[in-house]
């Protein structure tokens, strides 16, 4: 609650506050500091901008010497108080307007208000001339203002200007004031310069120095001599003065409410209009006659019970806000008992790993081990029999050099042969390989670390950092073509932690060329028209992730149908063509010819379809051909630039584009007639016939660009569209002769 009792100006508790007319209240002596002087030009404000309780100034009548151009007196209405409310609306006006009164940061305030000295009004001015006006006995104004003067509220930094009154004419915050006397009795002032803590309580304040003293630091810090033989020594904010003086026990009686203007009658009633209580004489002397008024009695209790209701829904918020600090509170200890315990898991975790790497590590040493041994074994083994052999190979060596020295011939012949056999045997020991080694020192284990070490580098948490998703898998038995069209089905693979955000659907242009995105979503069933038809296409598909995007699948290959089947579509036909017979019949209810258009459309390849004759009546024109998606649907095909068409009748046939006709052709058509398109998108041309024979000469040619079968009849024909049929052998390119 402290807050709510310190002034935005000086930063202390409340002394002699206010009530400015925004409703917030700023001390007495810190008013005094920033009231500024307003312009001359904005001197003469209407009296709608006066404080609220503040009488208007009244006008100066007018004399003969007065000089030209004196400002004529206010509305006598207004100046009675019978100008109604606009006589008693707050004296706020916004610093766009004045562009005085203006909110300034400085260090010389702790709110950051600028703080000017009042100038003083100049003699002879409207305020001393107000004072010298007012009769004897009356009690003088102790806080004058200067005509012209201005207050800007610190807080909402609107202005309110001063008059006569000045200051005095804002309303003093009683109220206010007894709750700050309250709790400066109730609040325990303690010393500012004791060591111990808590300090003492504070017995005296220095007003110079400013500085609350214990008895102690008084007597040590502070002593009635010297230079602070003059300081003036207060009691400690929140204990009562001395007697007679400004502050009383919270038991002491306060003196009853004066009216500001009549200050010796006390308020009684309440005013609607100006909102503030008012006393009889208030009422008596007109300002206040024709508002109206309340007891302020009756007015107390009612603004008691508003204010009572509104600090129910005050107090709601604030169990609610106590509430939810507790929830947080627990939230924190939570997030902190739930920090440990993943600590504690992540330290088991790795541990976990380091046992797990230290028992493989045992086991790898151990089949070391056993490599060495088992080349020591073989080496020493090689050592000792190549040692046994060198020996008696040595001993045999030195035995028959003895037997070459002697001289004896026929004891020598005795044992030569057996000697040399021995020796034979000896040299057949050592073959080839045998003085190698059995076994190299080089040991033929390799570890292979680098997964594992690229799995711990990459290991982490999975709500922090995932990796990009895995490679998704075709679902080749969902994967089908249909015309012109195919559709693809995949599948992330199973136990694939890695979210996905989308998949990436890619597919080429039939011919093998580059590939390019046709879909970009999360669903993992796509389906895609209006594809070339008799062509192959290469599809993959890739996930992606916040990571990036995960590598491609596998490539699936879809070809297209050889031959296009299509109807007519009812979506994009004139609203006068009526279709039947699963919307491969058409007919029209209107005599003027009318446009439908096929469901396929066409931009490569070579394309045969056929419409039979059903009803044929009154020599009417049929129009057969192709045209583009923005064709003109309620004329004759051909007519415009967006079809390319023959009509016929029952002896002669047209061709016609941008309403031009060229080759008539004799031949027409009757029930019962078939009408056959041939449209070659490889050679660009376009050609008609009738009963299978050719009519005319190629109809059009140099056509490029995406075109749909269509047709323009009215009500005396009837057509019915077949399709998926194959290009008349007339048609098809002849094979070149063999040799």
């Known amino acids: 609650m402290e807050e709510e009792l310190k002034c935005p100006v000086c930063g202390s508790l409340f002394r002699e506050p ?128 200067p005509v012209g003067s201005s207050l800007t509220c610190p807080q909402c930094h609107r202005s309110a200007s001063l008059e006569q009154r000045g200051l005095r004419g804002f309303q003093r915050n009683r109220l206010l004031e007894a709750i700050v006397q309250r709790y400066r009795q109730g609040r325990t002032a303690r010393c500012q310069l004791c060591d111990r803590s808590p300090a003492e309580p504070a017995a005296v304040r220095c007003e110079q120095c400013e500085v609350l003293y214990c008895a102690a630091c008084q007597l040590r810090c502070h002593p009635a001599r010297g230079p602070f033989a003059k300081h003036r020594l207060a009691p400690p904010p929140g204990q009562p003065g001395p007697p007679g003086g400004e502050g009383k026990g919270a038991g002491g009686g306060r003196k009853p409410a004066t009216c500001g203007e009549h200050e010796l009658e006390q308020y009684s009633m309440y005013c609607l209009s100006c909102r503030s209580p008012v006393c009889y004489q208030c009422l008596e002397d007109g300002r206040h006659g024709k508002h109206d008024v309340k007891a302020l009695g009756a007015m107390w209790k009612q603004h008691k019970a508003q204010l009572s209701q509104a600090l129910n829904g005050v107090s709601d918020k604030a169990k609610e806000a106590k509430e939810f600090l507790v929830q947080l509170k627990n939230l924190l200890q939570q997030i902190q008992e739930n920090g440990l315990d993943y600590e504690a898991c992540l330290v088991a975790q790795c541990d976990a790993l380091v046992d797990a790497l230290t028992r493989q590590k045992a086991k790898l040493l151990t089949k070391v081990t056993k490599e060495r041994e088992h080349k020591l074994k073989v080496v020493w083994d090689q050592i000792n029999h190549c040692t046994l052999k060198l020996r008696q190979s040595t001993g045999l060596m030195e035995y028959c050099l003895e037997v070459i020295k002697e001289n004896d011939p026929s004891g020598f012949l005795q044992i030569s042969d057996a000697l040399i056999k021995r020796v034979q045997v000896s040299q057949e020991q050592w073959v080839k390989g045998a003085l190698e080694p059995k076994v190299s020192a080089e040991f033929d284990l390799t570890l292979d670390s680098e997964p594992l070490l690229e799995a711990i580098h990459h290991l982490d948490f999975i709500q922090m950092k995932c990796r990009v998703p895995p490679v998704p898998l075709l679902q080749l038995e969902k994967c089908c073509t249909r015309n012109n069209s195919v559709t693809l089905a995949w599948r992330m693979p199973p136990l694939s932690h890695n979210p996905v955000e989308g998949y990436i659907l890619e597919l080429d242009d039939g011919d093998g060329g580059q590939f390019r995105e046709v879909y970009v979503g999360k669903e993992t069933l796509c389906t895609i028209d209006g594809l070339h038809f008799n062509s192959t296409y290469n599809a993959r598909v890739k996930a992606f992730n916040s990571s990036g995007v995960g590598p491609y699948s596998k490539t699936v290959i879809l070809q297209t149908s050889d031959v296009a089947w299509f109807t007519f579509d009812p979506s994009s036909a004139h609203r006068d063509i009526v279709l039947s017979n699963d919307n491969q019949t058409a007919t029209c209810s209107s005599y003027d010819d009318r446009v439908v258009l096929g469901t396929a459309a066409f931009s490569k390849g070579v394309h045969y379809w056929e419409l039979h004759v059903d009803r044929y009546d009154n020599h009417p024109d049929p129009a057969f051909g192709i045209a583009r998606i923005n064709v003109v649907k309620d004329m004759m095909l051909g007519k415009d630039d967006k079809a390319w068409a023959m009509y016929v009748d029952n002896n002669r046939s047209w061709f016609m584009h941008c309403n031009s006709h060229t080759n008539r052709t004799e031949g027409g058509v009757s029930k019962g007639a078939t009408v056959g398109v041939l449209l070659d998108l490889n050679k660009h041309n376009l050609t008609f016939y009738i009963n299978g024979q050719q009519q005319g000469p190629p109809a059009f040619e140099n056509i490029e660009g995406v075109f749909m079968p269509a047709l323009s009849l009215n009500r005396n024909v009837q057509v019915t569209l077949q399709t998926g049929l194959e290009v008349p052998q007339c048609v098809k390119q002849p094979k070149l002769p063999s040799n």
């Open 18 to 145: 206010i009530i400015l007319p925004c409703s917030h209240n700023v001390c007495l002596p810190c008013a005094r500091t920033i009231a500024v002087q307003t312009p001359e030009s904005e001197q003469h404000l209407p009296a709608l901008l006066h404080p609220r309780g503040a009488a208007a100034p009244a006008p100066a009548p007018t004399t003969p010497g007065a000089p030209a151009g004196s400002a004529a007196p206010l509305d006598p209405e207004c100046s009675a108080g019978g100008g109604g409310d606009h006589a008693d609306k707050l004296s706020l006006h916004s610093e766009t307007d004045s562009g005085y009164g203006s909110y300034t940061p400085s260090l010389k305030s702790p709110n950051g208000v600028r703080v000017l000295p009042l100038v003083p009004a100049p003699p002879g001015g409207a305020a001393a001339g107000a004072a010298a006006a007012a009769p004897r006995g009356a009690a003088p104004s102790p806080i004058p203002g």
